[in-house]
């Protein structure tokens, strides 16, 4: 018996620390990748949406500028809102009614309003705003900003108007994407 007692097959106290050693950096190096994945895989999904703000604000923008006609209050230099006749949405007083009239802006939270109005009673005279994307368009829990809003009048062989804006983190303000694009209305300007 006493000679099964000094037998040498077993791990001694170094051994098994080595082991335990190994084991415990070989944990954490799977665990900083793993945090390191994650981590890109939510600034990834935060780019993604933030782009596809982006394209919808263009597409939006884009729709309701090339369906407007005498277009207003923009000048060569540029400035954060534009009035226009016409547009997507207008059709109950019809597009060449001349007294309806619509104003795209930014609010004090980043989001686009449209207001619609008319100077000759219709809708009793009183503009109507509202926000053109519905809160859930700006990230899911409202992260996302529009800024730095831009309607420019371009001149040549076709009229149109350059538009340009920046897709922002609400929190840090930081910028993720942006769009500088050209509308070209489909309609001439009425008489």
Do not use: H
Not at 148 to 163: C, H, M, N, R
């Amino acid at each position: 018996m006493l000679k099964k007692l000094k037998s040498k097959a077993g791990l001694t106290l170094t051994e098994l620390m080595v082991t335990m050693l190994l084991l415990s950096m070989f944990s954490m190096a799977c665990l900083v990748g793993i945090t390191s994945a994650f981590s890109s895989r939510r600034d990834y999904i935060r780019i993604s949406d933030a782009d596809i703000l982006k394209d919808t604000v263009v597409e939006v923008i884009t729709q309701e500028l090339r369906m407007c006609t005498n277009i207003s209050d923009v000048t060569a230099d540029g400035g954060s809102e534009i009035e226009y006749q016409g547009g997507m949405g207008l059709y109950q007083y019809g597009r060449n009614n001349p007294s309806q009239k619509a104003k795209l802006e930014l609010d004090e939270n980043g989001r686009i309003l449209k207001t619609v109005y008319s100077d000759d009673g219709t809708s009793d005279g009183k503009p109507y705003t509202y926000q053109v994307l519905n809160y859930s368009a700006y990230g899911t829990d409202g992260s996302f900003i529009i800024s730095d809003l831009s309607f420019k009048k371009t001149s040549g062989a076709a009229e149109g108007i350059e538009v340009s804006f920046k897709v922002k983190e609400k929190s840090d303000d930081l910028e993720l994407t942006g769009a500088d694009f050209t509308v070209i209305p489909l309609y001439e300007k009425e008489p």
